[in-house]
């Protein structure tokens, strides 16, 4: 048996054979995740069974009856199980009075048929508006004639704001609320004139806003195709400026230590500080620039293959154009989950059987274990997320493998993309589980200590502190550096149909045999895809300047050039993400490409002429060096033979 209940097939000298010897990979965990996925439909049920859902879309009181519903006796409950179907909407007694901590307003709540759409200042009023509009604020068990004084508390507090009911939802809302915090939020707003201009600059604009959104989605689009275009010239001028600007701060530095020490005066102990902090300055970054200079300097030749990888990945947005909309089909699942995932957790805070409290009120609650749902529903959350981004991983890989490995391009499939999609539901679906569910266990124990840490804000000593912050820190690295072995291992089972620790620990060989190659790629190209991205945030930003420059009804232009940049910059990450993850895919095939092929007749290399060329380079700087060593040695033993 391999790792982790892998198979005995992948033995340490197993040849790589792309697209052969297809099989399903770790069912057992995908047995688990479909049981994990049932359990969630369970929770759903539960919540739906015990009326939760009735309760949170209509509304109940505070004696555990049902608005606009026929209710059934509670137990000790005196005012439960009426008639309340002409009663539709929820109206509080105190809707300031709200709990930030559970999320929900402390008051006593009742079913009214109507609500009061104007002040009411006196139980007077409150009267005047049972009579006249039959919706009746105070106890079910009162009658108009008691709204008095004697019975105040069985009655709203006053002033009763007018209010109107939330559409769907059937909740009174005070339409001018008394609340201090949100009348404190509306004197800011109304006094504010800054704030006044920005929010009319945001609603003027809102079609410049849309627009400008749109096109940055186009420009996305476009430098997805173009950039193998641009590469080799973002790639030279990344490494004139790293140059100019690594040697350049250097030398200023150890010009104003130098300047410095010149002008030293022996009394003054701030300026000694400033002359030896300089000092340590100037030999840092001058360490940190011979590392840097002589990594680039080894690095040289192999920028060329991430040249040639981006040119490559170009070409394969060409043949496979489907991909380009991979970003879109994953943020749709994921919005459609997490609106389910929502709708269920406000489900289960309405769910439960109705317990009687010690103010004589009905609340209701999950006893026993089921009071635990909400954590197996966030683990769900979680795992599921990384489940749908990991399924668009290996639809990429996928699709990319099947370009990379056909000789003749023109004999790909129809769309590849959807092969890819088949490919994954019909045997990797265990392997895209099992990698999903590792990272879950990792954002978990991190999510936790984050809570613990905002919940100890002020309150613990520095030593813990230091503790919990270091603990994080160290997760988060973990969780970077599983994500990245996820993303070869799902690159690995896409070429070689293996399970997922098969996977992992083939690709980790490979990127081990080819390190330096690796750091090139990951540097040099991610830097490259920055570079694109504020690009487009840059271009985006530009030409949003000068469209509002024609709108003369605000002057602030602050939130609606923010809200076009970040959304350029958000599109442009979502894009360029999936043009990374291309190029990671590229990388890996190229790299098995080279370790088992060497363009001799039966074993011809699958890469494109661009990478070819590469390889040609590279050979013939290695025949050079070859042969300078061999005339190097051969001259040395004719100096000692003389």
Known sequence: MGCCGCGGEEGSDRQWKPLEQRSCTDVLWLLIFILFCVGMAIICGFAIASG??????????????????????????????????????????????????????????????????????????????????GSYLCRYDLKVSEYTSKH????????????????????????????????????????NSVLQRVITGVMTSKEIIVGLCLMSLVLSMLLMVIIRYISKVLIWILAILTIIGSVGGTAVLWWLYADHKKSLNVDDEVAADNVKALLVYAIVATVITVILLLLMLIMRKRVALTIALFHVAGKVFTHIPLLIFQSLWT??????????????LLLLATAGNPEKKSDGYVEFKVSGPLQYTWIYHLVGLIWISEFILACQQMTIAGAVVTYYFTRDKHNLPATP???????????????????????????????????????????????????LKSCMCCLWCLEKCLLYLNRNAYIASAINGTSFCTSAKDAIMILVENAMRVAAINTVGDFVLL???????????????????????????????????????????????????????????FAVDCKYNDGSPGREY???????????????AMRSATGNVAEMRSMASGAGNA
């Not at 105040?152 to 809302?173: A, D, E, G, N, Y």
């Not at 990272?439 to 984050?450: A, E, F, G, Y």
């Not at 494109?608 to 380079?617: N, Q, T």
């Open 52 to 133: 939760a859902a009735q309760r949170l879309v209509f509304g109940y009181d505070s004696y555990g009856n049902i608005c606009g519903h026929k209710n059934t006796k509670i137990e000790d409950i005196k005012l439960s199980g009426y008639d309340l179907t002409d009663r539709k909407n929820v109206f509080f007694f105190e809707p300031c009075n709200w709990d930030t901590l559970k999320f929900k307003i402390n008051s006593v709540a009742l079913c009214v048929s109507k609500c009061p759409e104007m002040d009411l200042n006196s139980l007077e009023d409150v009267r005047n508006f049972a009579n006249n509009n």
């Open 152 to 191: 105040l508390k069985s009655c709203p507090k006053l002033p009763v704001k007018s209010s109107k009911p939330i559409p769907f939802f059937h909740r009174c809302v005070p339409m001018d609320s008394g609340c201090t915090n949100i009348k404190a939020l509306a004197t800011f707003v109304s006094y």
């Open 331 to 344: 943020f749709l699942a994921l919005a459609f989950f997490w609106v389910y995932w929502i709708a269920v």
């Open 417 to 467: 993309i959807l092969s890819s999609m088949c490919r994954l539901i019909k045997y990797h679906l265990g392997t895209v589980a099992k990698g999903s569910f590792i990272i879950t266990l990792v954002k978990i124990p991190r999510m936790i200590l984050v809570y613990i840490h905002s919940q100890l804000q002020g309150k613990e000593n520095a030593c813990a502190k230091c503790m």
């Open 531 to 589: 570079l694109g991205k504020l690009l487009i945030v840059l271009i985006t930003g530009f030409v949003g300047i000068i469209l509002l420059n024609y709108q003369r009804d605000y002057t602030v232009w602050v939130l609606p050039l923010i809200i076009i940049c970040l959304f350029a910059f958000f599109v442009s990450h979502c894009f360029l993400s999936i043009y990374e993850m291309v190029v990671d895919v590229l990388f890996l095939c």
């Open 606 to 620: 699958y890469m494109d002429k661009s990478l070819m060329e590469f390889m040609d380079d590279s050979k013939k």
